[in-house]
Nanobody, 124 residues
Framework: QVQLVESGGGLVQAGGSLRLSCAAS????????MGWFRQAPGKEREFVAT????????YYRDSVKGRFTISRDNAKNTVYLQMNSLKPEDTAVYHC?????????????????WGQGTQVTVSS
């Protein structure tokens, strides 16, 4: 079992940056694919980024490519999402999720563990 706790959200102006962190419990963090998803009010949850066990493979939704970077530190049991050039449409609750297979996925139903989320608000 993995427990996930996100942090780093907040209010930022358009064009600004935030770095989200997701701390995981357990000693097998390096055996989980990690993902970031977001959900805006009145909208469905959507994929943002995912990273493989080793961190060698990363994938992003098109709208964040070149602006967001996912990374992980297996020694610290933490995955990060660096968000630059933020836009108002990035406003959402951001959740990290863990998948116990070394195969990345953009599908939320393929992730077994979820954090409670952290709010990101981008003002125009």
């Amino acid at each position: 079992q993995v427990q996930l706790v996100e942090s780093g959200g907040g209010l930022v102006q358009a064009g600004g940056s935030l770095r989200l962190s997701c701390a995981a419990s357990g000693r097998t963090f390096s055996s989980y694919v990690m993902g970031w998803f977001r959900q805006a009010p009145g909208k469905e949850r959507e994929f943002v980024a995912t990273i493989s066990w080793s961190g060698s493979r990363t994938y992003y939704r098109d709208s964040v490519k070149g602006r967001f970077t996912i990374s992980r530190d297996n020694a610290k049991n933490t995955v990060y999402l660096q968000m630059n050039s933020l836009k108002p449409e990035d406003t959402a609750v951001y959740h990290c999720a863990a998948r116990p297979f070394d195969e990345t996925s953009r599908n939320d139903y393929e992730y077994s563990y979820w954090g409670q989320g952290t709010q990101v608000t981008v003002s125009s």
